[in-house]
Structures are given as C-alpha cells and as structure tokens.
C-alpha cells in the first residue's frame, strides 16, 4: 500500500468521544474499531487508537491488534476516503472479475492494495461481497455496485471524483 505521511488528525478528545459512546464491555471492541476508523478522515486504526482502545476496555494492546489485524475491514495503514472492494470470489471470476480489477487498476493508476496518489481511493481485494447473481460487483465503502462494465466502473469513479472536489 502507498504510504501516506500525515499526522494523525484527531484529537484525544475526539477519541475519547467515541469512545464514549460505548460502555467499556469487550464485547463492544468490534463496534467501537468501527466507529474509530470511520471517523478518521485517512479511514485507519492508529496505534494511539489502538492503546485508547485497550485502555478504556481494560484489556491488552495486543488483544486490541489480534482483532483489528484479524479482520479484513480494519486497517493499520491510512487509506483513500473511498475504500473500493472487488470480488475476486470463484464466481464473480467467471463473471469477468478479473476485468473489473483490471479497469480499476487501469483507471486509478495503482494495485490492489494500494492508495492512489492523490489519496482519494484505496483498491482492495475481497473474497466475496455476497452479490454473487449480480457479479462483477464491488463495494465503494459501504455501497455495493453490480452488473459492472468498464463504462459503469468510470461513471462511477467520476462521480466519486466529483463529490470529492465539492
């Protein structure tokens, strides 16, 4: 992944924010990994979340990074505002997956795995979306585009494009 050198942008007050809005129960450590990434402007985990997280929860750091390096929807590393998913499963393969992650490639200038320059998207690879009947498909942060075409898939990213520049 390209790296992006920033510093990180939220205050301790604004994570503690977050933090509170959860009860300091384990079993709220996914939702609140959640709620840290998404109200980060670089979309990522920092290692200042990660000890706030495990402080306020009363569990180890290493606790904390075995669950945000568990699942794929975390992220250690900053990333693009538009986190762009593609499904690579058997099906959507057969589907003209390949295709699709090519176009995208093509298209941003960067691999899988990977932020653009300018840090506007991050492309990444995902075994399965659960759109198999209307593959290809990928996931634009929480929305989930199918039926794509390399016509579909620039449309897209235009629009994308646009809403970021307002």
């Known amino acids: 992944m390209s ?8 205050t301790e007050s604004a994570t503690t924010e977050v933090l509170q809005r959860f009860s300091p129960k384990k079993e709220n450590l996914l939702n ?3 709620a840290l990434q ?3 402007a670089l979309n990522y985990l920092s290692e200042a979340d990660l000890d706030a997280v495990a402080g306020y929860l009363n569990i180890t750091k290493s606790a904390v990074m075995g669950v945000a390096t568990y699942y794929s929807m975390y992220s250690l590393q900053p990333r693009g505002r538009y986190i762009i998913r593609v499904c ?3 099906v959507c393969q057969l589907m003209k997956g390949e295709e699709t992650l090519n176009t995208l490639q093509t298209l941003l200038g ?3 795995g990977q932020t653009t320059p300018c840090g ?8 399965c979306l659960g759109h198999c009947a209307a593959s290809p498909c990928m996931m634009v942060n929480r929305d989930v585009f199918d039926n794509l075409d390399a016509q579909k ?3 897209i990213l235009n629009r994308l494009a646009d809403e970021v520049q307002q």
Do not use: G, W
């Open 3 to 10: 790296k992006i050198t920033v510093k990180h942008p939220r």
């Open 32 to 34: 609140i990994l959640h």
């Open 120 to 127: 506007k998207f991050t492309l990444e690879i995902s075994e």
């Open 110 to 112: 960067v691999d899988a």
């Open 38 to 40: 998404d109200n980060e």
């Open 153 to 155: 898939i620039a449309q």
């Open 88 to 90: 690579v499963s058997p």
